[in-house]
């Protein structure tokens, strides 16, 4: 598909979240109104407007990434920060990278594999086909791929003790018992607890990662973190959101607000429906 025609759906496709009622511009209005309580009310529909129209650009970016040759996505990428580190503390060792809902993971991933192999959780998609395309994009390369249960937890920290690199969501509301709260754009957010509790139990080197959308292509950024300590589970969540809201504080639109992350307050309140 030519670039002026992916533009044009994906500009028809955000006019249409924009200025009709549902449920991804709702949850994304919300959540940038608590994120930044203090950005004036034009300024916050503003950003609500620009992440609607990156979610919709996403959607195409995503589908080139899954689609088009594993050179292709690695060619995007124009500028690396981070991996000198990267490549230093993490060679021969068990890597945990961390990759938010934030710019392309896809093309991260496969950025990634020239590098270092890895496993992720995969949970298969409603669409048979759109889940199947996604798998065989994921594991391209030698990448394993293992079910969002225990037993694949259990698969991952066989991996990791082995010496070898995961990837894991540290953004997603996890399920009840699976998370903890924890500070995120001033808010105590439910937060996933498997990050630390694989590093914790591998040595892991841990990681954040993300492939940013700029104008000449994408910019790769890995950050170190601190590894954790026993016993110090809520300062390491605490630590780890930090690293990732000041990421998304410099590319706010690139951020993926429609999920509820800011939902489920520590009381067992709701902040919005």
Known sequence: MPNFVKHLLAKAISLYLIYFPNQSARITRKNIQLAYPSMLKHQQHQLSNDSIEELSQ?????LTTWVKPVADSRN???????????????????TLILLPHLGNWELF???LTQYRLYTAMFRPLRVPEISQ?????????????????????????????NNECAIVLPDQAPKEGEGAYASFFGHDVLTPVLPYRLALAT?????????????EGYEVVLKK???????????WLA???????ALVREYPEQYQWEYRRFRNAPDGSLRYP
Request: glycine share 8%; aromatic share 6%.
């Open 133 to 161: 395309l996604v798998r065989h994009a994921r594991e391209r390369g030698g990448n394993h791929l293992v079910p969002a249960t225990t037993a694949g937890v259990k698969a991952m920290l066989k991996r990791l003790k």
């Open 239 to 245: 630590m780890m959101n930090r690293e990732i809201e």
């Open 76 to 94: 995007r990428v124009t500028t690396v920060h981070g991996f000198s580190e990267f490549q230093q503390t993490s060679d021969g060792q068990p």
């Open 58 to 62: 996403k959607f195409f970016d995503l």
């Open 109 to 111: 991933g496969l950025w």
């Open 203 to 215: 040595k892991a080197r841990v990681f954040i990662g993300a492939a940013l959308k700029t104008q």
């Open 225 to 235: 973190l601190n590894d954790p300590i026993a016993d110090d589970q809520d300062h």
